[in-house]
């Protein structure tokens, strides 16, 4: 139930670090090594509510000083990141221990019990199903646990409460059970309540998915890997340092150097960029429940055919339209303000963070991005479930803080991505040519999903900004293609070409993404995927259409990423479903079953936001002299690219007529 391992050196000299850019970065510089409460919650982050940011601070702030010392940081930190359960326990008992005194009395249970209803409710009270007011359903709790009936709670009556009283367990086992913080899924009600919004919907899954209910894998894409050192070598606390859009070349030879990816969590560097990330994003999207009208943010449209008048135009002005936020006053204003280091910050040498200028934070095209969301079958709150808030909030209280987004970079683009909890969005930074390409494209690529549901380009739920100080970062979020309720195993990212398309032997262990080569040189597969007749039909058929359309915006450099389940390694996994009644590319589990029944294929096509200008152009002119002209090279003009890309696709993937699958396949090298 935990690690009672300490601390090792260089753990202590990182948290240091982030300590004292804590206080360096606060209106009241540090002193006598210690930072007081506002420092504090500033580092906690805005996506935290006040009330939690408080109650944290009280944790750490073991002497009720009102100031942390390094000691007792580093003493917090441990219980949410490293802490046993036995600790984690403690930290929940502090939480309850509003008044230091340390009992617990019946008006700090009331206080925390509702805290904690608020948040794993998303701000959506609960109310009694027999008339009982919230105040008597907490008394009657806390009589559970105030077994003496002296009014008042000690922390061994509080832990044997925990153990053995199941009512109390469930009122607040989210916060400190047995799931130490991992998925958001709904969890025990407590006896007597019942949530206003009905029963509680399911996480709608991948674009591919039809099986709501099932479980979600964290291997799915733990296993790929995408790496950039300049992001994680930066110092703790600096984002200015990081120019997201330019010294491309630099960050590229930099992401060469590790492949290792991050946690994100409270101390770690990266924290308190993602928790403003956060707190934007969940801003945006209650702002599109009122801009867009609807009164239930769990409504679903059922995404028609066009003709059938499936959905209602968008105005031209909703595909340039731009809404910001000052995340620290919460108000919206006009625009965003030029890029520039406050004076006080530049006399005092620190680096610009969210903690000490003001993050503003913009949402593109908010009605658009909308619809394509719930087109997808994704709604609002399931959305920001998703996006880890609520886990955030949770794991801040309940000391299980294991992870909140785990950061992993392509070794490429020279882009980092974070990887929501549940491992179904992506948050991807892309530089302003990419931006501009997206919204010159908006409309055509709305439209396009719109006319073909059954599209393979990734969905893409949100364009965003978030700027503080002379820091700029843009970003996309989107549908993780490689989320799906069977753990993959291997992944091909496939291009149509042949120059530097293969992935180094000694890389592929780390579960990089394989290329074009590397499949043509599979003894076993030979260069194909089999699949039905009926299945290439019809995945042939959408790559065309979607291809042209690409080609149409004048984009290149796109790719089909096949994420590939093996049912051999998977002994227990569930066998295939569906057939007969879902579209060929979907027949099992969301995905495309092999011919042979031995595995099951995800799909999507991603990195469409390359346009083909002079920039491009010169490229294609110095490889091709570089490599003799060479057809193979990726870089081409678009109407080429196409051409190659879908006659690529067309030799992968054969058709063949399905043979009777085994119970269980016992090899794990294709058909």
């Known amino acids: 139930g935990g690690d009672d391992r300490p601390h090792s050196l260089q753990e202590v000299l990182a948290l240091f670090a982030v300590f004292e850019n804590m206080g360096s970065d606060s209106k009241r510089p540090l002193a006598g090594g210690v930072i007081d409460e506002e420092a504090f919650s500033a580092h906690l982050g805005p996506a935290l509510r006040r009330d939690v940011r408080k109650a944290v601070f009280r944790v750490f702030d073991v002497t009720g000083s009102g100031e942390v010392s390094f000691a007792q940081f580093l003493y917090g930190h441990r219980l949410l990141r490293l802490g046993s359960k036995k600790d984690r326990v403690q930290y929940l008992y502090s939480i309850f221990d509003v008044g230091r005194t340390g009992t617990i009395r019946l008006h700090e249970f009331v206080e925390v019990m509702r805290l904690l209803h608020d948040i794993t409710d998303a701000g959506v009270m609960l109310e009694a199903a027999d008339g009982v007011p919230f105040h008597d359903y907490c008394a009657r709790l806390y009589s559970l646990v105030d077994v003496d009936g002296s009014g008042e709670v000690d922390l061994e009556e509080f832990r044997t409460a925990l153990a053995d009283q199941p009512d109390f367990r469930a009122a607040c086992d989210w916060a400190g059970g047995e799931d130490e913080g991992g998925s958001d899924t709904e969890r025990e009600r407590p006896p007597g309540y019942i949530h206003r919004s009905g029963t509680p919907s399911h996480a709608s899954g991948s674009v591919h998915s039809n099986d709501a209910q099932s479980p979600t894998h964290s291997e799915t894409t733990s296993r790929i890997r995408f790496a950039n050192q300049s992001l994680a070598s930066t110092p703790a606390g600096s984002f200015a340092s990081v120019n997201f859009g330019r010294r491309r070349r630099r960050r590229r030879k930099a992401a060469r150097l590790t492949t290792a990816h991050e946690v994100v969590s409270f101390g770690s560097k990266h924290w308190l ?34 003709a059938e008048g499936g959905w209602r135009e968008m105005p031209d002005e909703a595909y340039s339209e731009r809404v910001v936020w000052d995340l620290d006053s919460g108000i919206t204003v006009g625009a965003i303000p030029k890029p520039a280091v406050p004076a006080e910050i ?9 903690a000490n200028c003001t993050p503003y934070f913009a949402d593109y095209a908010p009605e658009v991005f909308d619809d394509v969301m719930r087109r997808a079958g994704v709604t609002r709150e399931e959305y920001l479930r998703s996006l880890g808030i609520t ?3 949770r794991g801040m209280l309940s000391g299980a803080m294991t992870s909140l987004v785990a950061m992993q970079s392509s070794s490429q683009s020279g882009a980092f991505f974070f990887l ?12 302003l040519g990419e931006v501009r390409t997206f919204l010159r494209n908006l409309e055509g690529y709305h439209r396009h999903l719109r006319m073909h549901p059954g599209s393979l380009l990734t969905r893409v739920f949100g364009l965003h900004q978030l700027q503080f100080g ?18 993959i195993d291997m992944v091909y990212d496939l291009k149509g070409s042949t120059v530097n398309r293969s992935t180094a032997e000694d890389k592929r262990q780390d579960g990089l993404a394989l290329k074009d080569l590397d499949l043509t040189h599979d003894p076993t597969r030979r260069g194909v995927l089999r699949i039905s007749p009926a299945a290439r039909a019809q995945l042939l058929h959408q790559i065309e259409v979607d291809s042209q359309y690409l080609r149409a915006t004048h984009v290149m450099d796109y790719s089909l990423l096949v994420g590939i389940h093996q049912r051999a390694r998977h002994p227990g996994a569930a066998g295939p479903t569906g057939a007969g009644t879902l579209p060929p590319l979907q027949n099992c ?31 294609r002119n110095a490889k091709a002299l570089l490599y003799l002209g060479a ?41």
């Open 470 to 487: 002379n820091v700029s970062v843009m970003f996309l979020v989107m549908q993780n293609v490689l989320h799906a309720p069977l753990p």
């Open 589 to 619: 589990h969301g995905g495309c079953l092999s011919s042979c029944g031995g595995e099951v294929y995800y799909l999507g096509v991603i990195d469409f936001l390359t346009y083909y200008g002079v920039r491009k152009q010169v490229e």
């Open 631 to 671: 057809p193979g090279v990726s870089c081409t003009d678009p109407a080429a690219y196409q051409s190659r890309f879908a006659a690529a696709m067309e030799a992968v993937f054969v058709g063949e007529a399905a043979s009777a699958p085994a119970a269980q396949p016992t090899s794990v090298t294709g058909c």
């Open 273 to 306: 960029m993602v928790t403003t990330i956060l707190a934007g994003l969940q801003r945006a999207v209650r702002h599109r429940a009122v801009a867009v009208g609807d009164p239930s943010p769990t409504a679903r449209p059922s995404p028609k055919d066009p």
């Open 391 to 393: 886990q955030l909030q």
């Open 346 to 354: 530049a006399r005092s040498g620190a680096a610009c963070t969210p």
């Open 420 to 431: 929501s909890h549940d491992q179904r969005y992506l948050l991807k930074t892309i530089s």
